[in-house]
């Protein structure tokens, strides 16, 4: 039972998904079609280490360098170092990456570029181990097919150069060892030969005068050099003397630009003092210099003052220029200090000539020692030099990117099957949150639950075709003449006792249909050979003139219930065999009171020995009281409710008026029901099969169709 109510709720509602799915399926298409390709093509590299390269460092001698080399980095390293923003920025700036706005794209957007960066096919990159494997794809996406090849393939170089910096950074340093050790080693072994030669010129091994000359020599570049030291001493001393006269000149009235172009803060409190001054001058042309004004503009200067006086301190202690010709002074004068040393050692050696002599073994042992070092050195150096240059990255470029010929994304197919599933679930979750709002009855059995008393029968929904006399239009077998025949078929035998020859027709609001299932009923009745008349009781809004084109609405019922005019002459005939009107008339100034009289009910119990059916037709209930004071009159009183758009709440109300009244009505009857959307399916099958007509058409929007009009 619960899925055919569900079944029938998006039978109802049917309409709505449909709309949903196709907004969403023409939504989805149309962005297929607007939105930029999205292009996308992949480059390959193996990660792997070369054991020829291993072998060779090996052999010579370099083993913690080729073990440092053989641990290479998992892949995920791999795939995280290959997508560091270094790799990423150097890939942009290559490429000239920008965005709409000129600007260069950062390596976050490159690597990932949101939502709507996809949908605006933006450049992207995105590198994952293929499985099962050792290689790398680098991925690239873009809204051109040959800058997606250059996006990949440029990431992949910059990414093996980096790695080869990063294999070569041992040897590197390495090597920078050396050649600064060569350079200690080299002096120390000058130095040794030096001393050689004093202790032999002092043990008179060699030409005397050629050592002396050669002493002399060195003693004399030691002085040249001494000299050279001190001159740049001084010329040191006097560029910081310099710049100290300069820092002192410096203060607060009058700063340097370099000052205020080194240090942002000097520059922000020159332009504060400025700009407070500005504003002194400004209100001293108005105000005296005592004025509050003006003194509170004094402070702030005072304080700005202050502040400037403090950061160009600090600006001088940590002054660059500064401190670079402390540093370059401190180092002179440890190299004048050592030169110093050598001229005294040097002179020591012509006054220790012969101790130095006798110690010749011990300083040429020291000389071969020093030599021994430095020619292992040099050596050391070669064979770094070696391994550096064959050491390369573990990363080898073995599929480069292909320029793809056709784009990836937008998928019309996929995005159209995605907009139809989002449109139907969307859809039903609309048709489910309507169902849920809404408070109308649909079916006879909610009117059932409602209300307890006799449900006459159900009139389906119909399509207009100029009038409302359906049933006089349509055979005696069609589904809607046999809903009215099952109805009138109810009404006599509503009563056994007191036929029911007035029958009063109402609703509980207008547009309901209860004027269209009055003359419908009617023409059923007058079908049967019986004399039906339909009297027009809705003095406020007429309706019954309109169902017949030879009807007029120039006298009726007001005219007759004033005297004007007899009801003889205001019946008026149809079309339709045994079946009169009497038209409301004109609209009286009180209908109200027209209704309440003695000469209404005298009228209509008149009438009811006249005609064999009197159907009167009343205003809605909620509405106005006149059918309530109708419905004493008549012998039986026909409730329409429209399914599907009369709520519960009303029916609940019209079902109170009454009781307050006293006045049962004869029974109910649902009006413009849906067979198939309200899940009655099954009868309009079997009317179809049963009756051999083809059942009307039914009609979309309800106030254009139905089984009443707009009464």
């Not at 293929?130 to 051109?144: I, K, M, P, S, Y």
């Not at 006293?662 to 399916?681: I, Q, R």
Request: proline share 5%; charged share 25%.
């Amino acid at each position: 039972m619960e899925l055919l109510t569900l079944y029938t709720a998006l039978l109802r509602r049917k309409w709505i998904i449909v709309q949903a799915v196709l907004l969403f399926t023409v939504g989805a298409v149309i962005l297929s079609v607007v939105l930029p390709k999205n292009f996308r093509t992949s480059s390959r590299v193996l990660v792997s280490t070369s054991d020829t390269s291993l072998s060779i460092l090996n052999d010579l001698g370099l083993g913690e360098i080729a073990a440092g080399l053989s641990n290479t980095d998992d892949i995920t390293n791999k795939i995280s170092l290959a997508t560091t923003r270094p790799v990423l920025d150097e890939v942009v700036w290559r490429l000239q990456l920008r965005d709409d706005d000129g600007r260069l794209i950062t390596a976050e957007e490159l690597l990932v570029p949101g939502t709507f960066g996809e949908l605006e096919a933006r450049p992207n990159i995105s590198v994952a181990q293929q499985q099962g494997t050792d290689l790398l794809v680098f991925e690239a996406r873009a809204n051109d097919p040959e800058l997606a090849r250059l996006i990949a393939d440029t990431t992949v170089e910059v990414a093996i150069l980096r790695a080869q910096q990063r294999a070569r950074q041992d040897t590197r340093n390495a090597r920078l060892f050396i050649e600064q050790q060569l350079v200690v080693v080299r002096t120390e072994f000058d130095i040794a030969l030096q001393e050689i030669a004093n202790a032999q010129a002092a043990e008179e091994v060699i030409d005397l005068e050629s050592e002396l000359k050669a002493a002399i020599a060195r003693l004399s570049e030691l002085m040249l050099a001494y000299e050279q030291n001190a001159a740049q001493i001084q010329e040191v001393r006097a560029k910081l003397s310099q710049q100290r006269s300069f820092q002192g000149k410096e203060n607060v009235a009058q700063v340097a630009a370099t000052t205020m172009a080194a240090n942002r803060q000097v520059a922000t409190l020159q332009d504060r003092l400025t700009e407070l001054r500005q504003k002194r001058a400004a209100e001293l042309m108005d105000k005296t210099p005592q004025h509050p004004d003006v003194l509170d503009l004094d402070k702030l200067l005072a304080e700005t003052e202050a502040q400037l006086s403090v950061a160009l301190a600090a600006q001088h202690e940590l002054d660059p220029s500064v401190q670079a010709l402390q540093s370059q002074l401190a180092g002179l004068l440890e190299k004048g200090a050592e030169i110093d040393q050598s001229i005294q050692r040097t002179t020591d050696q012509f006054s220790t000539y012969p101790d130095k002599m006798r110690r010749m073994a011990q300083l040429r042992m020291a000389a071969d020692a020093a030599e021994n070092v430095y020619k292992s050195l040099q050596e050391q150096n070669y064979q770094v030099g070696v391994a550096e240059s064959m050491l390369v990255s573990d990363m080898q470029l073995v599929e480069p990117a292909v320029a793809p010929e056709r784009h990836y994304s937008p998928k019309i197919l996929v995005n159209t099957i995605l907009g139809i599933l989002a449109g139907s679930v969307f859809g039903l979750g609309l048709a489910f949150l309507f169902e849920y709002v809404d408070d109308s009855v649909r079916t006879p059995e909610e009117l059932s639950n409602i209300w307890e008393i006799p449900r006459l029968g159900v009139v389906p929904r119909f399509k207009l075709t100029g009038d409302r006399r359906v049933v006089d239009e349509l055979p005696m077998t069609h589904p809607i003449s046999e809903a009215y025949r099952t109805i009138r078929n109810g009404l006599m035998y509503a009563s056994l006792d007191k036929p029911l020859r007035l029958i009063a027709v109402t609703s509980a609001v207008p547009s309901e249909g209860k004027s269209t299932f009055a003359v419908n009923l009617a023409i059923s009745f007058a079908r049967e050979g019986k004399r039906v008349l339909i009297v027009d009781c809705d003095l406020r809004r007429p309706a019954q003139h309109r169902n017949f084109p030879t009807i007029s609405n120039h006298q009726g019922l007001t005219d007759v219930l004033t005297g004007k005019v007899s009801v003889e002459e205001a019946q008026q005939q149809t079309p339709v065999a045994n079946l009169t009107v009497l038209s409301s008339g004109p609209t009286p100034a009180d209908p109200a009171r027209l209704v309440e009289s003695l000469r209404l009910r005298q009228l209509l119990l008149d009438l009811r020995k006249q005609y064999d059916v009197v159907i009167v037709d009343t205003p809605p209930c909620l509405v106005v009281n006149d059918s309530i004071v109708i419905g004493r009159a008549v012998d039986g009183l026909i409730i329409v409710v429209e399914s599907g758009s009369t709520s519960r709440k009303l029916v609940l109300d019209m079902k109170s008026r009454f009781e307050v009244s006293g006045l049962e009505p004869t029974g109910l009857v649902v009006n413009k029901l849906d067979f198939m959307a309200s899940g009655y399916g099954y009868y309009y099958k079997a009317y179809r099969r049963y009756g051999g007509e083809e059942s009307p058409t039914p009609a979309p929007p309800p106030e254009s169709a139905g089984g009443g009009g707009v009464a």
